[in-house]
């Protein structure tokens, strides 16, 4: 299938963001590094929108299964698809927090990486909920024929679980982010339609005047994704939708933009790579004394993101490590 560059735009733009945003929260967490407001800010606006697009644009190429046979089939392709590089850097996760020297922000116990069936740790909770979306909103959309039924019922669900009181993320959060994955595949159906501008500029509406409020009103509080609650999952949503419309509506192609799209087909390798990347260059530079907060960032988020790059390219040279990231290439899938 032929890619779509606006897309692979989106993507780029997303993952770069959640780069930032887990090299920022990393600093402000780290006991050594003395961050100030505008790095709560900084975390707080990437937040606002990076994984919420994720999933949007996921849901904007998810193809509804219509037969029980091809659910089973392309549910277990994502299994394998996901399930080895979650498997593979939960332990990588495990062994770099334990080797840290007490610099890790978590260090993740042996029993934490023994239940990552139930539940996942840090940053790859993402592949997690992205797996069990596949799982229930194809039950869903098979068991309730009816795309009206079964897209109502998809969002009543996810308004009920956002007010559960506790995190369950098969129960609370597979829900809640199926709300905005189904959005990606609702709007794909009107997207060359006056109705897809209109969501558009309300949508931007919404997220625009959250970005008001957040240096004063909201304090600069960064959305806990754990605990999202009914307002700022519209918040998220908004966030996803406006940043899409945008795109869509304004991207040209020319160097600087097939530059940042050329990075949209390996975003799941920068997701996965990108973390253990940083943490490290966190290490070291704590290690030789550099301490400087802006420093950090910058040299974090270049070294996370760029080499992230480079592990791909070098995986993707060197067989059959590949299969770390692309297990579909040796599976008959």
């Known amino acids: 299938m032929k890619r779509i560059q606006w897309i692979d735009f989106c993507r780029s733009l997303a993952i770069f963001s959640v780069v930032v945003g887990h090299i920022t929260m990393g600093l402000r967490n780290s006991p050594v590094i003395h961050t100030g407001y505008a790095f709560s800010l900084i975390q707080a606006y990437v937040y606002s929108f990076h994984i919420p697009l994720f999933f949007f644009i996921s849901g904007f190429l998810y193809k509804k299964y219509l037969t029980w046979h091809s659910f089973g089939k392309n549910i277990l392709k994502k299994f394998i698809v996901l399930g080895i590089p979650y498997v593979v850097f939960s332990a990588v996760m495990f062994a770099l927090t334990n080797l840290s020297g007490g610099q890790a ?24 909920v992205l797996f069990f979306i596949f799982v229930y909103i194809g039950l869903l959309q098979l068991i309730i024929k009816n795309d009206i039924y079964s897209s109502l019922l998809i969002i009543l669900l996810a308004i009920l679980a956002s007010f559960l009181p506790n995190p369950s993320w098969i129960l609370r959060e597979v829900p809640i982010w199926s709300l905005i994955f189904l959005s990606g595949c609702l709007i794909k159906r009107i997207i060359n339609t006056p109705y897809f501008k209109v969501l558009g500029i309300f949508s931007g509406l919404i997220y625009v005047l959250y970005l008001c409020l957040l240096p004063n009103i909201l304090g600069g509080k960064t959305i806990n994704y754990t605990r999202i609650s009914l307002i700022q999952l519209i918040v998220l949503l908004s966030a996803a939708l406006f940043i899409t419309f945008i795109i869509k509506n304004t991207f040209r192609e020319n160097k600087i933009t097939n530059f940042i799209s050329k990075y949209g087909p390996i ?10 990347l940083g943490s490290i260059t966190r290490i070291a530079l704590i290690h030789i004394g550099l301490l400087n907060p802006e420093v950090h960032l910058i040299v974090g988020v270049l070294i996370s993101f760029f080499g992230s790059v480079i592990v ?15 297990p579909q290439r040796y599976l008959n899938l």
Request: proline residues 6%; without cysteine; hydrophobic residues 55%.
């Open 105 to 128: 922000r978590n260090v993740v116990k042996i029993q934490s990486l023994l239940s990552i069936w139930k539940q996942p740790i840090e940053y790859l909770w993402f592949l997690y």
């Open 267 to 276: 975003t799941l390798v920068i997701y996965l790579v990108h973390m253990p």
């Open 312 to 326: 791909e390219w070098f995986v993707d040279k060197v067989k059959p490590l590949d299969f770390i990231f692309y």
